[in-house]
Structures are given as structure tokens and as C-alpha cells.
């Protein structure tokens, strides 16, 4: 490697940092969610018209963004790259509420009635089948993990892992980290960053895979 293309290549690390995502970024964290998951097998499932499958998953992601993160108190990270986020994620520490409460029941109704459309219900009732498998020992949970399609393949999702991982080991009681996902070119890659499959469910046509990585 020349010296040039040496210190290019450290520059570029320098501009680049994972760190938590804060309201002046909440709409491009929307942004990256939505633009991330319009090709998830789970959002085809429930959406199948390309348009509406974009509105109504940029719904679910301004209700997961401004209304899930704070309530039940997730974890919101996303890489930034010369300060702006390419790259966004949530996960769940066992200090996370996880109960439901009134306000999040108010804002799903709220949801739902933006969204003017039944199968938005779906995306719920998924989450709702992949939590009927608990995990005993305490652990963090990573909810999502969205990277821009354009900067794909650059790492950025690797990069996360490690972020989460390397909080997870600081932890007084944690034990690993789980994820589930019913995409299973996900699981090819989770499994290559040394997560295992522990349990597989049914959701509809589609198989979930909860995962899990003794860390």
C-alpha cells in the first residue's frame, strides 16, 4: 500500500464513528430504516405494492424512531460518516422497559390510522411471535440494524455488531446478544459473525430466526 492510499484510508476511519442517534437526526434515521427495509422478505410479505409498501414503511419506522425508542427506553446508534448517519440501529439492554404501556397503545392507534391500511398489523404480529421465545439468562437484544443499500457491502453492518458487542461485554449481567430476523441471507451473514440459530418459528409463508452469541 503506497503512503498516500495509507493515509487516505486513515482519513476516512477518522470521519467515520458510531455513536447514539439524537432528534436533530431522527428523520434520517427514518430515512435509513425505510430505504433498508422496503426489500425485507418480511415488508414484501406485508406490503406487496412497491409504493405503499414504502408509506406505510416509513410509518412504522417514525413510530419505531420517535415513539418505541424512548418509551421503552432502546438503545438508538447509527455510523456516522462525516457526520452524517449511513447507518442506523436499535437494541434492547435488560434495563429496557418491556412492558406496554397507554401512551405506546395511543400512538399505535395513531399509527394505524395514518396508515389507513390493515396489513400494517402484520409487522406487529410478527414481533409479537419472535418474543414468544425468551431467552433466560440476561442479555441485549438488537432490534433492527438498517444500512443505506448504496453504502452496503462497506463493512457498516460488521461495524455495529462490534459496537454492540463491545457494550454488551462492559455490562454488569449480560450474558449475549439475540436478534432475530425471517430473512435468511441474514442469517448466512449473522452466522458468519458467530451468532447461532436457537429457535425457528412460523409466520405465515416466512421462517424467523431468533439467533443468539454468547458474548
Given at each position: ?136 439468562e440476561p442479555h ?35 450474558k449475549g446478544i ?38
Amino acid at each position: 500500500m503506497s503512503l498516500y492510499i495509507y493515509i487516505f484510508t486513515l482519513s476516512l476511519l477518522k470521519d467515520m464513528k458510531i455513536k447514539s442517534i439524537k432528534s436533530v437526526d431522527f428523520e434520517n434515521a427514518i430515512d435509513i430504516f425505510t430505504e433498508a427495509f422496503i426489500n425485507d422478505p418480511l415488508f414484501i410479505f406485508a406490503f406487496p405494492d412497491l409504493e405503499n409498501r414504502k408509506r406505510l414503511t416509513r410509518i412504522m419506522y417514525e413510530f419505531v424512531v420517535l415513539e418505541l425508542v424512548p418509551e421503552m427506553k432502546l438503545k438508538l446508534i447509527g455510523l456516522f460518516e462525516n457526520e452524517k448517519p449511513v447507518s442506523a440501529g436499535t437494541y434492547t439492554t435488560p434495563e429496557s422497559t418491556t412492558g406496554w404501556t397507554d401512551k405506546l397503545d395511543k400512538a399505535v392507534k395513531e399509527m394505524w390510522i395514518k396508515a389507513n391500511d390493515n396489513s400494517i398489523r402484520l409487522i406487529g404480529e410478527y414481533s409479537m411471535e419472535s418474543k414468544n421465545f425468551n431467552l433466560k439468562e440476561p442479555h441485549f437484544y438488537f432490534n433492527e440494524l438498517a444500512v443505506l443499500p448504496k453504502e452496503q457491502g462497506k463493512g457498516h453492518g460488521k461495524a455495529m455488531f462490534k459496537y454492540v458487542e463491545s457494550k454488551c461485554l462492559k455490562h454488569p449481567a449480560a450474558k449475549g446478544i439475540a436478534l432475530d430476523t425471517p430473512n435468511p441471507e441474514n442469517v448466512k451473514i449473522y452466522k458468519h459473525l458467530g451468532y447461532k440459530v436457537v429457535h425457528k418459528f412460523k409466520f405465515h409463508y416466512l421462517t424467523g430466526y431468533t439467533m443468539y452469541k454468547e458474548i
